[in-house]
């Protein structure tokens, strides 16, 4: 709670005025059934025209401060809360960036997803009502029934005892509801949930034919998150006549006792039209008492998700002697006794790695899936660190490198293409500040990708992603490709990247990015490609099985040589 609330600092001032010019509204509002009484004692029953005069300007002058009050306070109140709601959201987004994996593990992307959305939403809103209406509601009920006994103690008596009743039974009700939104609330991100689900798998479930399925999902989730909101609106909308019968009868009673006053001559007319009014406002304020608290509790809620967010500790950080000089050179890569265990997993997916990588040299890294090979790839750059062991970069620990300094030496390639809505051009310009037109179309020629840009409708000005052309898988892998190699990366890492290329094309792109490149890492499942490099490693459930040549894996290994047989035939292990 602190931690988010911390962040209205900045507008305390805002908050401050609104809250005063609050203050303004509540005196008028209180001020005038005192008034209003006593233009009718001392005007309406002695027929004094002037005095009604007198006390009407004044009330309408009240009225009128009153009005530009409320607009003034509404300005500052929603300055103060839209400015904190987008500090906040600001916090979260540059918070999320430094998280590591292991840290985004604990956090599901469709609940960040709703801290943006919901929960900050939420507490702006209890912000922006907090300094229009819902601190006066406490102070009026309190102020009218102070007021009340100003006019006229006898009378006022009532309150004391309907009020305490009457809070007694909101009390009761508020906790019932706030039950009630905790499963309201949950059923809202049961259907944020599905909704994902359906827009991320939309082709999966078209392919798969699951369209009733899904629907049948989203009708389950969605009739509940409908029952369970009418219901807990029914129940709160349900005391409302309840808490208005007690007021009505403090009414009728106050009328009562009052008539036989004026009657036996003890009070005046005016003090129960005034003490009526009161008890109207203090009903009102009463009532939405109920409404003030559920939005507490669920603001409550919401700002501690959020601060679970914002006091993660980032668990992947550069270490403290990292030395912001030092700078990848060669791009030479050592593995010493690497193990890595994911950190939910108990079993290691990496073993015990031990292998070079000099500076130039193509390595090829082959084996099943689910052999570690990506996971292997994610030590590099230290999306991951190690759980023993150490990898080595120009002879020096990763960790001795500022994480800035080591990714920027890294052109990573993922195993699933990302690419960001929006032109081509950003997207390969994305791999580097400030890249110039030459450096973009050059990365997208050695990518082999520029002569399909040119053939799209507006070439590199194409928005690819949910506005613009859809992109095939291969285009799709060559311009993450472009965008790795517009970086002139020490160490280029192509997970799997070329899978959707034709042999043809593969060769050209792998022959045109040699020259440009030291290092180079790649992921396949093809023999083709992998014997193309220099050296071969083969990885087998986490462990090195073997490195060296196509021709040394073919005599050494098994393993490699059934992998051959069932790309290239038989044939082919008998002609070598
Ligand atoms: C090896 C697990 C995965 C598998 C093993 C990337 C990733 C993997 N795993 C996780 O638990 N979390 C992760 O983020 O690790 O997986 P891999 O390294 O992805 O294998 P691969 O790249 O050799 O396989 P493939 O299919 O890409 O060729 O048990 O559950
Ligand atoms: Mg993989």
Known sequence: MKTVFSFMKPYKLGAIIAFLLMLVELAVELLLPFFLGKMIDDGVQNGDLNNIVMWGSIMIGLAFLSFISGIINSFYASHVSWGFAHDIRERLFRKIQEFSFANLNRFPASRLMTLFTNDVRQIQNTIFMGLRIMMKAPLIALGGVIMAFVVNPRLAIIFLITVPLLIGFLLWVLKKASNMFDRVQKSIDNVNRVMQENLAGMRLIKAFFRRDFEGERFTDANTNLRDNTRFTFRFIEASMPILLFVMNLSIIAILWFGNSQVIAGTTEVGDIVAIVNYAMRVAMAISMFSFIIMAVSRTKASAERISEVLVEEIDL????????????????????????????????????????????????????????????????????????????????????????????????????????????????????????????????????????????????????????????????????????????????MLDDSTSALDLATEARLLDAIQDDLNTLLIITQKVSTAMNADRILLLDEGKILTIGTHEELLQQSNLYQKIVESQFGKEYLNVH
């Open 317 to 492: 950080l550069d270490s403290e002697d990292a030395d912001s000089e030092q700078l990848v050179i060669q791009g030479k890569v050592e593995f010493k006794n690497v193990s890595f265990y994911y950190p939910t997993a108990k079993e290691p997916v990496l073993q015990n790695l031990t292998f070079t990588v000099n500076p130039g040299e193509k390595l090829a890294i082959i084996g099943a899936t689910g052999a570690g090979k990506t996971s292997l790839f994610q030590l590099i750059p230290r999306l991951y660190d190690v759980t023993d062991g150490e990898i080595l970069m120009d002879d020096k620990p990763i960790t001795s490198y500022k994480l800035e300094t080591l990714r920027k030496a890294i052109g990573y390639v993922p195993q699933s293409p990302l690419l960001f809505s929006g032109p081509i051009v950003e997207n390969i310009s994305w791999g580097k500040e400030h890249a110039t037109e030459e450096e973009i179309i050059q990365a997208a020629k050695n990518a082999q990708i520029h002569d399909t840009i040119m053939d799209l409708p507006y070439q590199y000005q194409t928005h690819v992603g949910q506005k613009g052309v859809n992109l095939s898988g291969g285009q799709k892998q060559r311009i993450s490709i472009a965008r790795a190699l517009i970086r002139k990366p020490k160490i280029l």
